[in-house]
């Protein structure tokens, strides 16, 4: 059973309450949910290295409470508060974790409006959506279309060569301290995940929205036009001048979102 903890504040309709929820594994998910009394729920996902305390994933679920719509946006595994172990890659086992989430606030009685995934994150949406046909609105926030890019950013050009001599790699921060380890297993995890293949597998009647910044310096813009050609009943809309972590473009990131998961909520009614 998962445990609760309340963190009520004054308005008894609009509280935080922190939410453990067992994964797949028997591994804790920690997160956060923003209640507002409606049988309504999004589920907010969070990127790479990052967490539910992200800046988006926070402004997000208090723009949806302020709307009268609750949020959760919580932790995956080895992330954050939640346990165990990071690993690079893991793109299926994320998907894992958000149907875990998804299963506890089904059991609950609650609607899942939508889910929402940034970064790492909006690839593990569309990996849900391609094989749980059970949510109606998805919401891909600079997602990666080709996995095969931007690990040499990361790892260097020779990023192959040396983790088959060496069986992984380091990732260093500035002071030269172990931010994370690559391992072959989960480099191959990444390649072997086929964003292309998923998406064609999202049913029709799912709405996608895909959300994009055109100076994103992380993942090229050109990935969110990948995801318009092939995703169904998709959305496109570009915010110009936005980084990937939509710095400066936090109000225009939520303006684009609310309308759109508003909109679902009244087709389902």
């Known amino acids: 059973m998962a445990q609760q903890r309340s963190t009520t504040e004054q308005n008894p309709v609009m509280q ?15 997160g956060i949910l923003h209640e507002t009394g409606s049988t309504e729920i999004v589920i907010l996902c969070h990127g790479f290295r990052s967490s539910k305390e992200n800046n ?10 302020k709307e009268g719509i ?26 894992e974790d958000l149907h875990a989430v998804i299963k506890h606030f089904s059991g609950a009685s609650r609607v899942i409006n939508a889910i929402l995934g940034h970064s790492k994150g909006g690839n593990v949406v569309l ?22 890019r931007g690990i040499d950013d990361r790892l260097g050009k020779d990023f192959l060569e040396r983790i ?3 069986g992984s790699i380091d990732v260093k921060n500035k002071t030269g301290q172990v931010y994370y380890r690559v391992t072959e297993e989960s480099l191959i995890d990444r390649l072997n995940t086929n964003m ?3 998406c064609l597998l999202i ?20 990935d969110a036009l990948e995801f318009s050609k092939i995703i169904p009943n998709h959305k496109l809309q570009i ?18 979102v609310l309308p759109f998961i508003k909109e679902g909520r009244q087709q389902g009614a």
Request: with cysteine; net charge negative.
């Open 56 to 65: 988006t994933m926070v402004n997000l679920a208090v723009a949806l409470q």
């Open 239 to 256: 915010v110009e001048g936005s980084d990937h972590g939509y710095t400066s473009y936090q109000a225009e990131l939520i303006s684009i």
């Open 127 to 148: 990996l849900y959506a391609s094989k749980y046909h059970d949510v109606c609105t998805v919401v891909n926030v600079s997602g990666r279309y080709n996995l095969e």
């Open 203 to 222: 049913d029709k009647e799912c709405r996608v929205l895909t959300v994009h910044g055109s100076a994103d310096e992380v993942i090229p813009v050109e």
């Open 70 to 95: 609750s949020a959760f946006r919580f932790d995956f595994a080895g992330n954050g508060e939640s346990e165990g172990s990071f690993a690079y890659g893991n793109y299926w086992r994320e998907a």
């Open 16 to 30: 935080q309450e922190k939410i453990i929820i067992p994964n797949s594994y028997g591994e804790k998910l920690v």
């Open 196 to 198: 292309h293949e998923a």
């Open 164 to 166: 088959k001599k060496d």
